[in-house]
């Protein structure tokens, strides 16, 4: 008489790899999800500007016009910047859990989380310049603005260090078309 066998149960490195895998879903939802308000502040910004074109183009000659465009075109920068900053995010974690992106530039190309934390450093760091901006251009005198901008400041140069400080930590490559001291043909 021969016994049947117990269907077998999944191993546990089976187990752990589909746990694993199911992590990909996971980020694929941050992805989208940044993906997601990366598109709405790109439309939010082109309402903005429609409105505020609008009213400069009805307001033209008044004596404040010139000064609420500067202003609104800074603020629009900002937001267009924060935009931008969530789609680097998005194509980022794209490229690091899902697969590596086609038909985009080779700026943001993402071989590692240092390149996609050096290009956030960047859009940072911009973003907290113009966001300062912002606030001079409407600055009206007194000493409320300088503890604003030490802040302001101090928080770019904290970043830059860092940067600096990971720029140092990763091994250099050599760029397509561009090569190092060491690169051999």
Request: without cysteine; glycine residues 8%; aromatic residues 8%.
């Amino acid at each position: 008489m021969s016994r049947s066998r117990p269907p077998a149960a999944p191993s546990a490195s089976r187990t752990l790899a589909r746990a694993f895998g199911f992590t990909r879903l996971i980020v694929e939802l941050g992805v989208l999800s940044s993906f997601v308000f990366s598109l709405v502040l790109f439309i939010a910004a082109i309402g903005q500007a429609y409105r505020t074109l609008g009213d400069a183009f009805r307001h033209l000659g008044e004596e404040d016009t010139t000064k609420h465009l500067l202003v609104a075109a800074v603020e629009q920068a900002d937001t267009l910047l924060v935009g931008v900053a969530l789609l680097i995010i998005s194509l980022g974690l794209q490229a690091l859990f899902i697969g590596e992106l086609r038909n985009v530039p080779a700026w943001l190309h993402v071989r590692t989380f240092d390149d996609l934390k050096q290009k956030l450093i960047g859009v940072v760091i911009t973003a907290l310049a113009v966001n300062f901006f912002a606030v001079a251009l409407e600055w009206t005198g007194g000493t409320e603005i300088l503890p604003y901008g030490a802040a302001v400041a101090a928080v770019i140069l904290a970043v830059g260090a860092y940067s600096v400080v990971l720029r140092g930590q990763t091994p250099e490559r050599v760029e397509e078309g561009r090569p190092g001291e060491d690169a051999h043909p």
